[in-house]
């Protein structure tokens, strides 16, 4: 499968929408990958949950673009307990 290719629209500092427009700037991709957000597919929560609150390593992850981390179960039970598990 090839990848999209197309204009941006940024608003705000957020993807806003893909497609053809009309712009007041440009920054030229070409042969680059733009992602709104990026998955860690390797999180130690083991070892970096207990250091600090949930909350506090949220807000590091997303500050960085992480919205998603790939971890064992296990892992987070380890930390979290069976808490960890009611959705």
């Not at 497609?19 to 709104?36: K, M, Q, T, W």
């Not at 970096?48 to 949930?54: L, S």
């Amino acid at each position: 499968m090839m990848p999209y290719t197309g204009d941006i629209a940024i608003v705000d500092g957020f993807f806003a929408c893909i497609g053809s427009y009309e712009r007041l700037s440009e920054i030229d991709a070409a042969g680059r990958f733009v992602s709104p957000t990026f998955i860690d597919g390797h999180g130690h929560v083991h070892i970096e949950f207990p250091m600090v609150r949930h909350s506090e390593l949220s807000n590091i992850l997303l500050f960085r673009g992480v919205t998603c981390i790939v971890t064992e179960p296990l892992e987070i039970a380890n930390v979290s307990g069976k808490k960890a598990f009611n959705l």
